[in-house]
T-cell receptor, first 114, second 112 residues
Framework: EAGVAQSPRYKIIEKRQSVAFWCNPISGHATLYWYQQILGQGPKLLIQFQNNGVVDDSQLPKDRFSAERLKGVDSTLKIQPAKLEDSAVYLC????????????FGPGTRLTVL | SQQGEEDPQALSIQEGENATMNCSYKTSINNLQWYRQNSGRGLVHLILIRSNEREKHSGRLRVTLDTSKKSSSLLITASRAADTASYFCATDVGGGGNKLTFGTGTQLKVEL
């Protein structure tokens, strides 16, 4: 089966600009996660969706970050306006259902904010 | 915040040697998972150990869990150059949703 797809793979923007990332999870996976991974650190969960509903967004900086999964399949993560400290790799992961524990990760989008 | 702390931060060994990396965490967990991340790529799930298990094997991987010490170790036997990667432990504290909190990672380099 196809893996988790993400685009773009790389993005360079100036601070205060906006940026959006796209994720297409593995077909049939109900749960979708967005993580932020700053260089030298482990991934940090930003938001978790179950189908098209938000399960956990407690660590999402909601003043500048937003995410949606309107049809319960693919998802977008947006940053507006970007700050220098948002430079990181943004990882999307998906999981089949509530009785499985394995998350499958996409290749990530590397964001550089200048 | 990071739940787990890996030790060592970096490890360099020769091909064929064993590599051991450790993870310590702070709160009670439902399960602990280990992931591998190659340079420029996403994370790959390696192995999961539940809180009621003490040891688990998968191929050349052996994971132990000591819930009394809130620690886990990952052993890679007979390492290969292809094992060069960063390794992360991730804890699931339960409550549904498989919400993972990752550690800081160990960078493993296996030299020929």
């Amino acid at each position: 089966e196809a893996g988790v797809a993400q685009s773009p793979r790389y993005k360079i923007i100036e601070k205060r600009q906006s940026v959006a990332f796209w994720c297409n999870p593995i077909s049939g996976h109900a749960t979708l996660y967005w993580y932020q991974q700053i260089l030298g650190q482990g991934p940090k969960l930003l938001i978790q969706f179950q189908n098209n509903g938000v399960v956990d967004d407690s660590q999402l900086p909601k003043d500048r970050f937003s995410a949606e999964r309107l049809k319960g399949v693919d998802s977008t993560l947006k940053i507006q306006p970007a700050k220098l400290e948002d430079s990181a790799v943004y990882l999307c992961a998906s999981r089949r259902g509530t009785n499985t524990d394995t998350q499958y990760f996409g290749p990530g989008t590397r964001l550089t904010v200048l | 915040s990071q739940q787990g702390e890996e030790d060592p931060q970096a490890l360099s060994i020769q091909e064929g040697e064993n590599a051991t990396m450790n993870c310590s965490y702070k709160t009670s967990i439902n399960n602990l998972q280990w992931y591998r991340q190659n340079s420029g790529r996403g994370l790959v799930h390696l192995i999961l150990i539940r809180s009621n298990e003490r040891e688990k094997h998968s191929g050349r991987l052996r994971v132990t869990l000591d819930t009394s010490k809130k620690s886990s170790s990952l052993l890679i036997t007979a390492s290969r150059a292809a094992d060069t990667a960063s390794y992360f432990c991730a804890t699931d504290v339960g409550g549904g949703g498989n919400k993972l909190t990752f550690g800081t990672g160990t960078q493993l380099k296996v030299e020929l």
